[in-house]
Structures are given as C-alpha cells and as structure tokens.
C-alpha cells in the first residue's frame, strides 16, 4: 500500500495503543497459568496475534473481547507438533523458544520478512553448549530440548530478547538455575518489564547485579493484568506536537512506566521540546529543536523516529549505541540515510554511530520507502506531515504495531490518501 500525506496541523488527543512488549509478556504468562486468566487493553496488532498463535500450540486459547484477551492457560504445555509460524515478530520467536524446548520433541519455527535472518547467536551457542539441538535452514529453525536447569552465561549485547526468553522457561524445570549477563547488558529496562510480569504471576526470581537466580518447580498464577500504553508509539505523536503548529496530548500513558522508551521525555527535555504532564499523560507543544547527544543503548526503538526529529532540528545531533538498529526488522540505520537524504537532509553513519544534521529545508514532493518496516514508515509520515505531496510506499508494514497509526494521524490534521 502507498500513502500520500497531505501536511496539516490542529490540537488533538491520541489514545496510545497498549505497549506491545507488555502485551507478549502478559500473554505469555497467563497461557502458563492454570485457569483463565483476563489481560486487558492487549495492543492489537500482527506480533501480537503471533505470539497468541504460537502459544496456542502449547495448549493455551485465547478470546478477544474488544481491547481484552481471556486466556485459558495450560500447566501440561502439549505441544501439538505444528510448525510454528512467528510472523515477523523478534519478541515471539526469541521468547518462546526455550518454552518449547522444556520438552524432547523436535521444533520447527518459520517466520517472514527478515526474522529468520536475525541473529540467534546467544541461543545456538547455548544450546550446543548443552547438547541440544539448533539447526537453522533456510526459513527453519529446528529446536530440541530438553531444557534444564543449570547455570548459563549470556551475552547481553545482542538483545535482552534471549534472557526474557530464558526467564520464562527456566522455572518450569526441576533444578534451579542461575543466569549470568556478561557486559556490555543492553537494553537492560526489557528485563525489567519481563521481572516486573513474572513476579505478578507468583514466579521468584531473585538479582544480584547481572546475574538471575530461578527456583525450579514452579508455577505460574497469573489471573488479571492491565496493559499501559505504549511509550514507543508515544514518541511519533510527541514528534507531531513538537513539529506541528499545534499542540497533541498523548493518553494512556503511565507516567511512572518502566518502560526503556519512556526516556523519550528525557530527550525531547535535552533537544529543547516543549511538554507537560495531564492527567492521563502528556501534551507536547510546538518546539524549536536542536541537535544533541542521545544514546540508544537501552531504546533502539526510538532510533527512526529520533533520527527524523533530529533531521528538523538545528545542528547537530549525535546517536551512540545504535548499532542494534541494524538487526531489526530492517536496517533502520541504513534505510533511515537513504530516505533521509531523498529529503535532503545529511545524515552518516558507522556500525555503532549516527550524525544528523539538520535542515530547516526538506524536500518536497518525494517518493520514499518504508522497507517493510513499521518503525521507518511512521518515522517518515512524521516527517511527510511536514511536507506537500510526499508517498511513503509500503505503509502497510504499520499494522505490525500500530495499525491505527494513519486514523490517528488524520486526527492530528493530516490528509491521507490511500492507494491500494
């Protein structure tokens, strides 16, 4: 699908969508509770209906109630030999393959776009290390277990993704285990948010710097949960306030959220951006920005839309730690410069490092392409709202996270037309 985004501008409010990693993480571990459990305000989108797919070969179902999700869970875990199609979600292929290798039988994951070409080194090593089968071919991924308790150091620079997953399995096993982060401990928050979740189903697990402590033999009881809104979608209608003519006020957020990407108030804060706190979350004023310093480490998230505001801002910004944008759903680095300078904005960039100049002339009537990434798509409406006459092809990779996110854009002023 191609947008053409029309610029335009007037005061709204934006009811976040549920924060997607919540919403895995809450789903997982009421489909490991006994009973039925009630999750609500679950985000809607493509990664979460993957996770809920997947875990419903493992004995769990799951029935949506407008923005609720009732979960039957399974304390068997039988799994049902299906192949296991993940969609193009990271969060579900690496949090659920070590629940499906608590078990003997051999597993087969599938997935689409780039995901079975993101790295899984953390898991391949572990495995083979334990004597497990972890067998990539071609768009296949071939697990076996058992799993079992023990002790595991993990690399903790390519994705906190890994030791979430190892959380959620280990406790099922019968021996204790304890897992090591070796440093540098990116995007340590997401751990959190997984702790945070784990502990709300009655599973103990105890710190001690980067290092876990799990008790085997136990159980999950998970019976309600509520999701907060999502704070790395807040930063796109944050951008629009700051850029606009007219203020935007975000809902639905916690303003106490451990989420990693609320340190998107912290940026904005440094990049001179205009807010205050409401009730229900936050209204951002229109801003004369200006170029700074931002570590990406524990947000990668907030990279396209980062780099978007930078690329309006005056001077320059600097990005460090952002090497991980170059695994995700695309090369975010790669396909951020090459839409970025179709604007004529300057950007460069090394493996770990991004510079931004930016411009107070962007270019007008442009093609750009979203490279089947939501991230980048929403990134660069932002931008086009600034903008006359500009099609962003492949739009349709938005409903991976955000499928409102167009509706929403309307309500901020915008015209968006849509060509199928």
């Not at 029935?63 to 579900?92: A, F, N, Q, W």
Request: proline content about 3%.
């Amino acid at each position: 699908m191609k947008v053409t985004i029309h610029g335009g501008s007037r005061a709204a409010v934006i009811a976040l969508p549920a924060s997607k990693s919540l919403s895995h993480r809450a789903l997982i571990c009421a489909a490991l509770s006994e009973g039925t459990a009630v999750i609500h305000h679950v985000a809607e989108n493509k990664d979460t209906e993957a996770t809920m797919r997947v875990m419903s070969h493992l004995g769990a179902s799951f029935e949506r109630k407008e923005d609720d999700v009732i979960v039957h869970g399974s304390r068997t875990l039988p799994y049902d030999g299906s192949v296991l199609d993940c969609g193009e979600s990271g969060s579900t292929l690496r949090f659920l393959i070590p629940l499906f290798s608590l078990g003997s039988d051999t597993v087969t994951f599938t997935g689409h776009g780039r995901l079975m070409e993101r790295p899984q080194s953390v898991y391949e090593a572990l495995y083979h290390e334990n004597g497990l089968l972890f067998v990539k071919e071609g768009q296949y991924l071939k697990v076996r277990g058992p799993l079992t308790g023990g002790t595991y150091t993990v690399d903790g620079s390519v994705s906190s993704q890994f030791i979430s997953g190892l959380l959620f399995a280990l406790p099922e096993v019968k021996q204790d285990s304890r897992i090591t982060v070796k440093e540098p401990y990116e995007s340590r928050s997401y751990v959190g948010l997984t702790l945070d979740l784990l502990r709300k189903s009655g599973i103990i697990i105890n710190e001690e710097g980067n290092t876990y402590f799990i008790p085997g033999r136990q159980s999950y009881a998970l019976k309600e949960a509520s999701i907060a809104g999502d704070d790395s979608q807040m930063a796109f209608f944050a951008a629009k306030g700051l850029s606009g003519r007219e203020p935007v006020e975000v809902i639905h957020v916690d303003h106490d959220s451990k989420q990693g990407d609320h340190i998107i108030l912290a940026y904005i804060r440094k990049m001179g951006g205009r807010y205050e706190e409401t009730e229900q979350g936050y209204r951002f004023y229109p801003s004369k920005l200006h170029g700074c310093e931002m570590d990406l480490g524990d947000c990668p998230d907030l990279g396209p839309m980062l780099f978007a505001l930078a690329a309006t801002a005056e001077g320059t910004s600097h990005f460090v730690h952002a090497g991980r944008l170059r695994v995700k759903e695309s090369d975010r680095i790669a396909c951020m410069e090459e839409e970025l300078k179709k604007l004529g904005c300057h950007m460069k960039s090394e493996q770990e490092e991004v510079w931004i100049e930016g411009t107070e002339t962007l270019q007008d009537d442009m093609t750009l392409h979203g490279h089947n990434d939501h991230r980048i798509v929403m990134s660069l409406s932002i931008l086009s709202a600034l903008l006359h006459n500009t099609c962003i092809e492949g739009a349709e990779a938005v409903d991976k996270s955000y499928p409102a996110f167009f509706k929403d854009l309307e309500t901020c002023g915008c015209e968006v037309e849509y060509d199928q």
